[in-house]
Nanobody, 132 residues
Framework: QVQLVESGGGSVQAGGSLSVSCVVH???????????LAWFRQAPGKQREGVAS????????FYANSVKGRFTISQVNGKNTVTLQMNSLKPEDSAMYYC??????????????????????WGQGTQVTVAS
């Protein structure tokens, strides 16, 4: 059973920083099983959008233009924990943030991690609120 457990988030003033983390249970990434870990967000009344993604065990990352230079995605403690560090937060960053994952054969490329690709597993979400 695959389970993604998010933590972190909360409320902050504009210009502040927050981080969200996600632990992925039930997927064993290895030399033969590659994958991507990502963060998406959805604000009330808006479509879900990709924020950032990372190729598990590698250095390839993808970012939405709206967060480049402000957000950093990274892996922690090996391959099954991913953190999104959010700096210089803006009110428009307020949303429910969802962790997502996909796993596949190591023969695939990091291009699978692009934010407009399909992700198979999702967390329950954690709220980020930025006050102006």
């Amino acid at each position: 059973q695959v389970q993604l457990v998010e933590s972190g988030g909360g409320s902050v003033q504009a210009g502040g920083s927050l981080s969200v983390s996600c632990v992925v249970h039930g997927i064993t990434f290895s030399a033969f099983t590659a994958g991507c870990l990502a963060w998406f967000r959805q604000a009330p009344g808006k479509q879900r959008e990709g924020v950032a993604s990372i190729w598990v065990g590698g250095i390839s990352t993808f970012y939405a233009n709206s967060v480049k230079g402000r957000f950093t995605i990274s892996q922690v403690n090996g391959k099954n924990t991913v953190t999104l560090q959010m700096n210089s937060l803006k009110p428009e960053d307020s949303a429910m943030y969802y962790c997502a994952a996909q796993s596949f054969s190591f023969l695939n490329s990091a291009a699978r991690c692009a934010l407009d690709n399909e992700y198979d597993y999702w967390g329950q979400g954690t709220q980020v609120t930025v006050a102006s």
